[in-house]
């Protein structure tokens, strides 16, 4: 269910909206995303997963974590990470729709540029 935005947005509305942009508008976190939505993990997991260090994943569910998105519980010397938001799906979805949309008209461009030459 989708709530109506007012028009125009308040300003301290938009400055949230566009602190959640920037949240994940950094490509680590949209992997370690991409990696949550099938299970939780570990940070251990996560870092071996995508092939970086654990410090590096620390910080970036840090900064997921304080926005809402991520939820990290500690396990005895581990801890594991969840998706606490899952609205945040239908977002990348909305995005990577649009991207793929983008690709194929650029595909079916250069295959009609293609055919002329």
């Known amino acids: 269910m989708s709530r109506s935005m007012p028009h125009p947005l308040p300003e301290s509305l938009a400055e949230l909206i566009a602190e959640r942009f920037r949240v994940i508008a950094e ?13 939780e ?16 994943v620390s910080k970036h569910l840090a900064i997921l974590s304080r926005a809402g998105i991520v939820s990290r519980e500690k396990h ?27 690709v194929a008209e650029l595909q079916a461009i250069l295959e009609g540029q293609e055919a002329k030459s």
């Open 27 to 39: 490509p680590m976190r949209i992997r370690i995303l991409d990696r949550l939505r099938s299970e």
């Open 41 to 56: 993990a570990t940070v251990g997991e996560l870092a071996e997963t995508l092939q970086t260090s654990q410090q590096n």
């Open 76 to 102: 005895g010397t581990a801890v594991r990470c969840a998706i606490a938001d899952p609205s945040v799906f239908d977002l990348c979805e909305r995005v990577c729709g649009s991207v793929a949309e983008q």
